[in-house]
Nanobody, 126 residues
Framework: QLRLVESGGGVVQPGGSLTLACEAS????????LGWFQQAPGQDREGISC????????YYRGSVKGRFTISREDAKNTVYLEMKNLKPDDTGVYYC???????????????????WGQGTQVTVSS
């Protein structure tokens, strides 16, 4: 069974930092693109950042460039999202996902994925 489990969410003040992790089981991440998606309250799910295997091409949504960093550790079947200088608009449920046969941009922009995690809540509030 293909499965993704996120961890690391929580409540943080504006300007704070969090690092999310997502561990895969039931498959090897080596042959998959991996990504993070945000669903803000009352809004559709949107791609934040995606990373390919191999050379590790990366895509970032404009609003997170310079603040968020995606990385992967295939030996641990894990993808990370380091988030700095968090803002209230970053609040939402964060999902990780795995996909294949896409570019990092098409996976993130069009949500072309094969496996979704269950999500972890991130709340940025003073």
């Amino acid at each position: 069974q293909l499965r993704l489990v996120e961890s690391g969410g929580g409540v943080v003040q504006p300007g704070g930092s969090l690092t999310l992790a997502c561990e895969a089981s039931g498959f090897s991440t080596t042959n998959y693109l991996l990504g993070w998606f945000q669903q803000a309250p009352g809004q559709d799910r949107e791609g934040i950042s995606c990373i390919s295997g191999g050379v590790g091409h990366k895509y970032y949504r404009g609003s997170v460039k310079g603040r968020f960093t995606i990385s992967r550790e295939d030996a641990k079947n894990t993808v990370y999202l380091e988030m700095k200088n968090l803002k209230p608009d970053d609040t939402g449920v964060y999902y990780c996902a795995a996909g294949q046969f896409e570019t990092v941009e098409s996976m993130c922009v069009y949500l072309r994925t094969k496996v979704w995690g269950q999500g972890t809540q991130v709340t940025v509030s003073s």
